[in-house]
């Protein structure tokens, strides 16, 4: 490539990109059994860094549950790559789409084609899984793939980089890791396409900056996903659900409940089952190895802040634990959230942490009219058995995905699409989605010797006004 677009004084990172690039262009459709190669890798590489993934992890955190870093990072990635392996041959295919009648005996078809040069950019509540969850599908379409880790997990970010070094020459795959300026150049280099999975906030930012180079982003974002719980619904269950949702990784899942709506006349049942529930699954919370601490003081802080400003506006926080005496650590007991209104900060925010605000209703309809008042989030979960109300609420919310009678599992399911809508984001990865996401489905169309279009080429007469007519017959 030339000085001009190759400068002396580019950075690694650039260099990194331009080496993909290259790379890239040498081989743009990689075979199968490539493919295959390269998922085989990222399997043997998980499963030799399980261990240390548990142990830096929980390092970055202060403390971090392992059971949580088995469960949603390392075991949802080895189901992926499985999931994958297993699906790839048919993705991969071409697909014979239906040929207009007057084209025929042409034939048209559909061809996947990798894109080029991925970029994905995780976060640091779930990091391995976020980043390479994304990287699975786009080495499957046969893409390269750079990740930029959150500057707030050092120590997995530091594992992460060395291990992907060592199981993927870089022109496969690399690692680019660095404060948020280095993220933000990262964002601006021209990927092919460029995945982000964070804030709403820092969202907005880096599709301003993708924009830029016209580069497609598939954007996983957060908000204030709601429970809605029916009439009908098992309390103790809907409670033990709502508190694995909120309390799993200490609430600091993008798809953990949010708010929860429920009928006024089951309240302070509902409050009771919640503390029941949390007793039974979080006993003796400031010394449980099952529970996660905030990452860092300035999350641990904030969330402080929000229990201040809503007992400040009027709330009622009713603890569903004590914290105990867990000295400086950044435990958080949970808590519901009762009496809330939308002037408090903590129903503008996405929580991000364990706090649970509680919202009566008095009709399902006032319910649904709360949800779709506000931006739409990326999960919503209905608990409750009778059909005509799930069928209710389902066609007539709009929300990035649902999972029925329990909490967030809808994104465990390979086969399902997982991504936002309007403020929780736009794009979609899993499974074959992610295939597609990453992906050209390139429309090709095969003309035949036999076709009959000439007869509709200059110069026009009375062969054009016969062909003319059949055409409107017939299409």
Known sequence: MNAILRPQDESPMQRAFHAQREAFALDMNPSYDLRLDRLNRLFEMTEAI???????????????????????DIMMVLAAVKHTRRKLKRWMRRRRVTTALAFQPGRCEMRPQPLGVVGVVAPWNYPYQLSIGPAIAALAAGNRVMVKPSELTPRFSQLLQESVARFFVPEEMTVITGDAELGKDFVSLPFDHLIFTGSTAVGREVAKAAAANLTPVTLELGGKSPAILGEDCDLDRA??????GKMLNAGQTCIAPDYALVPRARMAAFVDAMKRSVRRRYPDLARNPDYTSIVNDRHHARLQHLLEDAKVRGATVTPLAEKGDAGGSRVLAPALVLDVHE???????????????????????????YVNRHERPLALYWFGHDKAARERVLGHTISGGVTVNDCMWHFGQEDLPFGGVGASGMGAYNGEAGFRTFSKDKPVFHQSVLSGVPLLYPPYGRMFEFMAKVLRRIT
């Open 343 to 369: 002037g408090m900060a903590v129903m503008q925010q996405e929580i991000f942490g364990p706090l649970l605000p509680v919202l009566p209703y008095d009709t399902l309809d006032e319910a649904i009219a």
């Open 50 to 72: 399980a261990p240390a993934l548990v142990q830096a992890i929980s390092a970055d955190f202060g403390h971090r549950s392992p059971h949580v870093t088995r469960l949603a």
């Open 239 to 244: 409670a033990d659900s709502l508190t694995i």
